[in-house]
């Protein structure tokens, strides 16, 4: 296979995996309005793991994407910004290492917040204190 087919299925799976990264974002602000529980919602528990493996990979690779490193190399272009994604420009794309932790981890802390308040509501109350006489 030559390189430029390489890369175009390198610029396909990562607009894949950009499109499943905002979705995840994007269900856990659904679920954390809904009350959804991940255990209970297959597709929660995915929408909170999906981001958390995309930022150690992020972190792993001192927060620059593996795959750019890649298209880089399929380019011939080490150094030089490659496009490996359809439809962001490179502007936007320096942002996401920046943007997507804090959605991610505000969308989870939404989702877990509203389950303990959940939880909480449901709780039975405690019997009223009795004055003694």
């Known amino acids: 296979m030559d390189t430029d087919?390489?890369?175009?299925?390198?610029?396909a799976s990562h607009s894949l995996i950009a499109v499943l990264s905002t979705a995840s974002l994007c269900y856990l602000y659904y679920a954390a309005y809904r009350g959804l529980s991940p255990a209970r919602d297959g597709l929660l528990a995915i929408a909170l793991i999906w981001p958390l493996l995309?930022?150690?990979?992020?972190?792993?690779?001192?927060?620059?994407?593996?795959?750019?490193?890649?298209?880089?190399?399929?380019?011939?272009?080490?150094?030089?910004?490659?496009?490996?994604?359809?439809?962001?420009?490179?502007?936007?794309?320096?942002?996401v290492p920046w943007t997507y932790g804090p959605f991610y981890a505000v969308g989870a802390a939404l989702v877990f917040a509203r389950l303990w308040l959940k939880k909480r509501r449901a709780a039975p109350c405690p019997p009223p204190h009795q004055a003694s006489r």
């Open 5 to 11: 087919t390489l890369l175009q299925i390198l610029i």
């Open 54 to 95: 995309n930022l150690v990979i992020l972190a792993t690779h001192g927060w620059v994407c593996p795959m750019q490193e890649w298209a880089e190399d399929l380019a011939g272009r080490h150094g030089h910004w490659v496009r490996d994604m359809y439809w962001l420009p490179e502007s936007w794309l320096r942002l």
